[in-house]
C-alpha cells in the first residue's frame, strides 16, 4: 500500500505541491489528472525521491515511511517508475540495463518481455538515445517489467505515441497492474494520464484531479474523467463529485 | 645508403640534435634531462619465461604475454637493453623483429627512414634521444605478408630514477597486414623516472596496421613521446592508445601523414587522468592524397588533482577529403581540469570535409538518478556511465586487449567514485 499524508513538495525553494493526501490499497490503479504545469510529475518524482525535491510529510510504503531514503533504498524496497521524459544514457545499452536491472531483482521470462514490448530491434542501442517518443514509452515500459515493481508510477504512458502502439503500451500496462494472483505481491499503481485511450485498460480504481498543486477533485475515474472533458479543469475547482 | 653516406648522415644528425638540447617543446612541461641516468646492462634471455615474476605481472598489464600465446612475435626490452627479440616459427619470413642497433646495421638503406618522419631537432627529447639513446624496436612486416596473430612488445624500466630513450621503426611493407601491441611499464618498485622515445611508422601501399598501445607508468615519472607516420596509397593506419594508470607527466602529440591517395587512418585514445597526473594528449592527421579519410576519437577522464590536455588537428590539403575528430572528457573530481582543443585547418583544398565535436563535462546528475530509480546504488550508477562512457573510445580493439581493457575499467571506475 502507497499512503502520502499532508505531502508538501517545494523545488529549488518553490512550493509546487500543497498537502496532498492519498492512498492506494494493493491491487488497485489510481489515476492522476490535471492541467499542464499542475504538478503531476513533480508529485509522481517526490513519491520515488527524484527531482531534487525537499518533501514535507509522510511518503508511506506499507506503513514504513520511505521520504528520507534515496532513490535506489526506494527501488530496492519495490518502487517503480516510468518517467515522462528519461535522459538519454549513450553509455549504456537498452540490453545492458535490462540485464543488469534483471540480474537486481531477479526477473525471468527476459525474452518474452522483450518481445511483448516489440523492443527487440532497439536492444544494442544506447539507452533513450534517439529513441523516438513510442520507443522511449515502450523501453521504459519494459524496464519496469524486468524491475517489476510493487508500486508503480507511470507519467504520462501514451502521450506521443500512435494507435497501434496504445495497444502494445496498454496491454503492458494490464499485465504490469493487474498480473499477480495472490494478494501480498499485488501492486498499487498511480498513472498520470490526458486520454481516454489508456483508461479502457487499466480499469482504473480511483482518479484524482490535480490543479496548481492540490488536489481538487476525487472519485471514480471515468466519472473525472467524463467532467473534465465537459467543464475543464478549472471546473473542478468546486466540482461536487469530491466525497 | 653508402658507408661513407651513413657516417655523413650521422654526424649531421648529432650536430642537428647538439644544438637542439635546450629546446623546449611546444607543448607540455619542460624537464630536466641533465640529472638523468642510464640502467645498468642486462644479458639478453633464452625465453621470456625466464623473468622475474614481478616483471613478468607488470609486462601483462602493459598487454604482454610472456607465454608468447597467440602472438607472432615478441620484443623485450628492459632498460637500455634489449633482451628478447624473437619471431614464432610459424611466422619465419614474415616479420622481421629487432633492436634498432641490429636493423641499421643489417640494413644500411634504413639509414634512409630514419629520422624521416620526426626531426632530429624537434626539441630536446628528440635530441636526448639521438645522443644518447639506447634501443628501441625495429619491426618489418614482410610485403604480402598477412599475420593472423599480433606481433607483441614491451619496453620495461626497472631501475629507480633511471631513464629510458628509444627509437623504434616500423615498417608495413607493401599489401602486408598486421596487428601490434606494444606495452610501455616499470617493474612496480619503480616510482619515478623518466621515458623518451620516438617511433617512425611507414605504411607502404595497401598495407594495413593496427599499432595499439598501452602505457603504465608510475606517480613520478614523465614521458615525452615523438611519432611520425606515413601512410602511402589505399593504405590504413589505425593508432589505439591507452593510459590508464598515474603518472607525472606526458605528452604526446603523434603526427599522420595521409600521403598516398585513399589512405586512412583512425587514432582511438581513452586516458584516465588520476592523483596530479599532468597529460597531454592528441593526434594530428595531413590529408594531403586524395580521397584520404581521417577520423580522431578521444575519450579522457579527469579525477584528483588530474590536468588533462586533449588536443587534435586535422590538416586538409586535398580536395575530396574528409575527416572527424571527437573529442570528449569527463570530469570527476572538483579538483582536476580538463582542456579539449580541437584544430581543423583546411590549406588551398576548398572542397574538404572536416569536422569536430568535443563536449567536456560531469557524470549526469539526472542519469544518475534515473538508473538509481532501477535499483542501481550511486557507486554502480557512476561506474556503468564511465566505463560506457571510456569503452566508447576504442572499437576494434584487438581482443586480447579488451579482457584488460574492461578490468581496468571496472577497477578503475570502483576507486572513481
Ligand atoms: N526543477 C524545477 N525548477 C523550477 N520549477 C520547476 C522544476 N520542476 C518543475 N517545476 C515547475 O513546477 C510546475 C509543475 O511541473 P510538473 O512537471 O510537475 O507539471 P506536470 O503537471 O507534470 O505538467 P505536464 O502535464 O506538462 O507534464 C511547473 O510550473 C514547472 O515549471
Ligand atoms: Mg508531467
Known sequence: MLQLRDVTVKVEGEVILKNINLVIPRGETHILLGPNGSGKTTLLKAIMGMGGAEVEGEILLDGQNIADLSVDERARLGMGIALQKSPAVPEISLQEILQITGEKHGTDEMEEKIESLNCGYLLERGLNENFSGGEMKRSELLQLLVQDPKVVLVDEPESGVDLDNIVIIGEALKRLLKSPREIEKKRAALVITHTGHIMDYLNADRGYVLVRGSITCAGNPRDLFEEVNQNGFEGCLECQITE | ?417
Open chain 2, 1 to 417: 645508403m653508402s658507408n661513407h653516406g651513413i657516417e655523413e648522415k650521422k654526424s649531421k644528425l648529432q650536430n642537428k640534435a647538439r644544438q637542439a638540447l635546450d629546446k623546449k617543446a611546444a607543448y607540455g612541461s619542460d624537464l630536466d634531462l641533465s640529472s638523468e641516468v642510464s640502467t645498468v646492462e642486462e644479458a639478453p634471455l633464452e625465453s621470456l619465461k625466464n623473468l622475474d615474476r614481478r616483471i613478468r605481472e607488470a609486462s601483462l598489464l602493459a598487454g604482454m604475454n610472456t607465454a608468447e600465446k597467440e602472438r607472432s612475435g615478441s620484443y623485450f626490452q628492459k632498460g637500455d637493453s634489449a633482451i628478447y627479440a624473437r619471431v614464432q616459427d610459424a611466422y619465419e619470413g614474415k616479420v622481421e623483429i629487432m633492436c634498432i642497433e641490429d636493423a641499421l646495421q643489417e640494413y644500411p638503406w634504413l639509414w634512409d627512414y630514419w629520422w624521416s618522419m620526426v626531426p632530429v631537432d624537434m626539441d630536446k627529447y628528440t635530441a636526448a634521444v639521438e645522443l644518447w639513446g639506447k634501443g628501441g624496436y625495429f619491426m618489418r612486416i614482410l610485403p604480402g605478408a598477412r599475420l593472423d596473430q599480433p606481433i607483441q612488445s614491451c619496453l620495461l624500466l626497472d631501475e629507480a630514477g633511471a631513464s629510458q630513450r628509444v627509437h623504434n621503426i616500423i615498417l608495413a611493407e607493401e599489401g602486408s597486414e598486421a596487428q601490434i601491441i606494444t606495452g610501455c611499464t616499470v617493474s612496480p618498485e619503480v616510482k619515478q623516472g623518466s621515458h623518451l622515445g620516438v617511433s617512425e611508422f611507414f605504411i607502404k601501399k595497401g598495407a594495413h596496421l593496427t599499432f595499439t598501445m598501452v602505457h603504465n607508468w608510475a606517480e613520478d615519472f614523465d614521458v615525452r613521446a615523438r611519432t611520425g607516420v606515413k601512410v602511402e596509397e589505399d593504405a590504413t593506419f589505425v593508432n589505439n592508445y591507452l593510459l590508464l594508470k598515474p603518472v607525472r607527466s606526458i605528452q604526446a602529440y603523434p603526427r599522420c601523414v595521409l600521403e598516398g591517395d585513399r589512405s586512412r587512418s583512425r587514432f582511438n585514445t581513452i586516458v584516465y587522468g588520476q592523483e596530479n597526473s599532468e597529460l597531454d594528449l592528441g593526434s594530428v592527421i595531413e590529408l594531403n592524397g586524395q580521397g584520404t579519410r581521417g577520423e580522431s576519437i578521444s575519450r579522457a577522464l579527469s579525477t584528483d588533482g588530474s590536468r588533462v590536455m586533449m588536443r587534435g588537428r586535422l590538416k586538409a590539403r586535398s580536395n575530396d577529403v574528409q575527416a572527424h575528430l571527437e573529442c570528449r572528457g569527463m570530469l570527476l573530481s572538483k579538483e582536476s581540469e580538463m582542456n579539449a582543443v580541437p584544430e581543423l585547418w583546411v590549406e588551398g583544398a576548398p572542397q574538404a570535409d572536416l569536422s569536430h565535436e568535443a563536449a567536456v563535462g560531469p557524470v549526469s546528475e539526472e542519469v544518475v538518478e534515473y538508473l538509481m530509480s532501477r535499483g542501481f546504488n550511486k557507486d554502480e550508477a557512476v561506474s556503468v556511465v564511465v566505463q560506457g562512457f571510456m569503452q566508447a573510445g576504442i572499437q576494434g580493439l584487438p581482443e586480447a586487449l579488451e579482457n584488460l581493457l574492461r578490468q581496468t575499467l571496472s577497477s578503475m571506475s570502483e576507486e572513481a567514485v
